[in-house]
């Protein structure tokens, strides 16, 4: 069985998109949205798709969104995606591929490189990979993305994950020292960037804090 897990926070305007592209993946049997304390319509949204909706009553951050949605899916393989990625989602078909066909355990999406995207100066990927690199060896071309699909056997293994935005780096430095096959999957996945306004700051700010406390603690 094979469910998809989508933690999302105020993603009411892209969130019925990124439902319907998953709804026609065929391979898919199940779909869990977990409400991270959005303020808008968020979780009507998503009841709307006919999708599995668990709200969280405050926002608690997408490794505790995460977290909550693995553990009300019943997938024996996990799609875990962002709320954002509207038809783009549809490219989680890819991930799918090296694990049915026995070849990775936990397959990490790459998008493609869009010049002119992106507000930041690219820190966090930086601090993240180097952490990654420094920990196991392995050089990541996309060490943040948080499109992947993955054996729920790897959760069992790897034993529980930040509740910040440091999950994905701690989930791969664990996997890769468990043995468990990594690959990274090319994919035309596009979502919402973050600019360079003050909360798109704060915002990256944040995430740097948590990768790097994630790091001290993988």
Do not use: Y
């Amino acid at each position: 069985m094979i469910s998809a897990v989508v933690p999302a926070h105020n993603e009411a305007d892209r969130i019925g998109d990124t439902l319907a592209a998953l709804a026609h993946i065929s391979q898919i049997d199940e779909m869990v949205v977990v409400d991270d304390g959005s303020r808008d319509a968020t979780a009507s949204v998503a009841q709307q798709s006919g999708c599995k909706v668990v709200r969280l009553p405050r926002n608690q951050g997408k490794g505790a969104a995460l977290a909550r949605g693995i553990a009300e899916s019943n997938g024996d393989v996990l799609i875990l995606l962002d709320a954002d990625l509207g038809a783009t989602a549809s490219q989680c078909s890819l991930l799918l591929q090296p694990l049915l066909e026995g070849t990775a355990d936990l397959a990490i999406a790459t998008f493609p490189v869009i010049p002119g995207k992106g507000g930041g100066v690219g820190l966090v990927v930086r601090l993240a990979r180097w952490g990654i690199h420094r920990k196991t060896g392995r050089t990541m071309i996309a060490p943040l993305s948080g499109q992947r699909a993955v054996r729920r056997e790897v959760f069992d293994q790897i034993g529980s994950l930040p509740t910040d935005f440091g999950i994905e780096v701690v989930m791969t430095i664990r996997a890769l020292r468990a043995g468990f096959r990594v690959v990274e999957t090319p994919t035309k996945m596009t979502h919402r960037v973050t600019g360079r306004d003050l909360i798109s700051v704060i915002h990256r700010a944040r995430q740097f804090i948590a990768v790097a406390k994630a790091l001290l603690r993988a």
